[in-house]
């Protein structure tokens, strides 16, 4: 089955204590969340922080889309919520749209 692999990036807000509490958050995403992204054609999803910078790593399979991750995210209350409750500790890099939060970043090496 054909992969993908996307890298996206997102800044924190520039606060240890709200850091730490969104570290832990993720040690135990809700399962409701868990299950949306897979249900997205994601297989294998990372997150990596350094400092207030956050890179995320998604690997997906054939079916998936960003369009159609979108339509699915905002049609579920559950992953709203859990959107709503992740912008205390998230900002947006500059130059992010105001509809998406992770910015999709280029590839420009591959060894």
Request: proline share 0%; glycine share 0%.
């Given at each position: 089955m054909e992969?993908?692999?996307y890298i996206l990036t997102l800044d924190l807000v520039n606060d240890?204590?709200?850091?730490?509490?969104?570290?832990?958050?993720?040690?135990?995403?809700w399962p409701?969340?868990?299950q949306s992204i897979i249900d997205t054609g994601v297989t294998?999803?990372?997150?990596?922080?350094?400092?207030?910078?956050l890179c995320m790593v998604m690997e997906t399979d054939a079916s998936f889309s960003f369009e159609n991750k979108n339509a699915m995210d905002l049609a579920n209350p559950i992953v709203q919520k859990w959107e709503e409750q992740m912008w205390k500790y998230q900002r947006a890099i500059p130059g992010a749209s105001p509809e998406s939060k992770w910015v999709l970043m280029k590839k420009i090496f591959q060894l």
């Open positions: 992969t993908k692999q240890e204590a709200l850091i730490q509490e969104y570290e832990k958050i993720h040690r135990h995403i409701e969340i868990r294998n999803m990372e997150i990596y922080r350094f400092k207030t910078r």
